[in-house]
């Protein structure tokens, strides 16, 4: 027979009571499993990763009862993929294409449980450039962090609106004045690539907008949340094996990161300390730098240079917003398919969106996750309608 010390004992009772009276009991082995994976985490320095190392760092994970070292750092998507396909890591926050080629493209048994985070990214241009709309990018060179990322769908539907054509080719290649270079550049090497004036601008996650502001007086051209409101970037996915034979250890594991996102939005200037090299050193940049990344959106000083033109969305640089809305699911997937990338997107022409929404991400943890923090409306910014699961996604991309 197992024996439970206090403290798991306490754990076990506690989430077999929320799961019970959240509906969550139907879910097989609400209890802790005897042999329950170890939690290895892995993450890039971007604040995309902010909940799942402020989920270690407050010790939410420890808390609910999870085994698990201090995250890992890794500098690329590319390492980030390889690390969770090897099974270095079975946590981690992928920017959400990501998952949807290797789920359909690659067969990877993969699984969305939740979004990690929404908005939170910028077109950042150098403070001596004059591009100051996308129409202005013709003939220039500008970074996106992955072929499959919500940035380079964004970046193309921008520059195809104004009439732009996006091409893949050496920079050394002359372009056409209505041709916009795109390429793939590490997060981290892309404000130094932007001083060295080996890009024209990049589109990607904070803080690098941020670090780009302060250090070097670089300009945020456009707010990606200001382009698509409350648009889903990084997602948490784990494997579906441990979603399958370990739904309890799942459910717990986003009990913590829901609850660090809850944390995150009202505490985003602790959170700015913690997570930055003054606090607890899980990403490598001083908390001023974060700060200006949680923070640093008012319609006052953005909105005269055109970065910001949506101030009654209400939406903040950077949100930690859980609900994983289908509809936009759905956007991305259509969109997609046109998007230019390096490699075959053949198998998108036969993928449904409506079939890719339901099949890639199992929601049923971060639903009782959110309630068993106060519901939906702690965490969907306005949104709430008859049916605050589904939403129309609201786009303004000239």
Same mark, same amino acid.
């Given at each position: 027979m197992r024996r439970l010390s206090r403290r798991k004992f306490l754990v076990e009772s506690g989430i077999a009571a929320a799961s019970a009276a959240l509906g969550c009991a139907a879910f097989p082995g609400v209890s802790l499993?005897?042999?329950?994976?170890?939690?290895?985490?892995?993450?890039?320095?971007?604040?995309?990763?902010?909940?799942?190392?402020?989920?270690?760092?407050?010790?939410?994970?420890?808390?609910?009862?999870?085994?698990?070292?201090?995250? #890992?750092? @890794?500098?690329?998507? *590319? %390492? /980030?993929? +390889?690390?969770?396909?090897? $099974?270095?890591?079975?946590?981690?926050?992928?920017?959400?294409?990501?998952?949807?080629?290797?789920?359909?493209?690659?067969?990877?048994?993969?699984?969305?449980?939740?979004?990690?985070?929404?908005?939170?990214?910028? #077109?950042? @241009?150098?403070?001596? *450039? %004059? /591009?100051? +709309?996308?129409?202005?990018? $013709?003939?220039?060179?500008?970074?996106?962090?992955h072929w499959y990322s919500v940035h380079n769908v964004m970046l193309q539907m921008a520059i195809r609106h104004h009439g732009l054509i996006p091409v893949i080719q050496p920079q050394s290649k002359p372009l056409a004045p209505n041709e916009v270079n795109i390429f793939v550049l590490p997060p981290p090497e892309m404000p130094a690539a932007l001083v060295g004036r080996k890009v024209d601008g990049f589109i990607v996650a904070e803080p690098m907008g941020a670090i780009s502001e302060i250090k070097t007086g670089a300009r945020i051209m456009r707010f990606t949340g200001d382009m698509w409101k409350n648009h889903p970037c990084c997602v948490v996915v784990m494997p579906e094996k441990i979603t399958q034979f370990h739904p309890a250890f799942s459910q717990r594991v986003i009990n913590a990161v829901v609850r660090a996102q809850l944390w995150i939005t009202e505490n985003r200037e602790k959170a700015a300390h913690l997570l930055s090299r003054d606090g607890m050193g899980y990403l490598p940049m001083d908390q001023e730098v974060l700060k200006q990344a949680f923070l640093a959106y008012d319609p006052l000083v953005y909105g005269p240079s055109g970065a910001l033109r949506h101030p009654e969305w209400q939406m903040d640089r950077i949100g930690f917003q859980p609900w994983p809305y289908p509809s936009a699911t759905r956007l991305l997937v259509r969109e997609l398919a046109n998007t230019r990338v390096e490699g075959d997107l053949a198998f998108l022409k036969g993928l449904s969106p409506e079939f890719a929404a339901r099949d890639l991400v199992d929601d049923r943890f971060v639903r009782c996750a959110m309630e068993a923090l106060g519901g939906t409306g702690k965490f969907m910014y306005g949104e709430l309608g008859d049916n605050p699961f589904e939403r129309q996604e609201v786009l303004s991309i000239g």
């Open positions: 499993a005897s042999k329950e994976p170890e939690l290895r985490l892995g993450y890039l320095p971007i604040t995309d990763s902010a909940p799942l190392l402020v989920a270690h760092g407050l010790g939410y994970f420890k808390e609910e009862g999870i085994r698990m070292k201090r995250p #890992l750092r @890794v500098r690329s998507w *590319s %390492a /980030l993929m +390889e690390s969770f396909l090897t $099974g270095k890591f079975n946590l981690t926050h992928m920017l959400l294409p990501m998952p949807v080629w290797m789920r359909f493209k690659n067969r990877v048994p993969i699984k969305v449980l939740a979004w990690n985070h929404t908005n939170g990214s910028t #077109l950042t @241009v150098g403070g001596h *450039s %004059a /591009l100051r +709309e996308f129409a202005d990018l $013709g003939g220039h060179h500008i970074a996106v962090p």
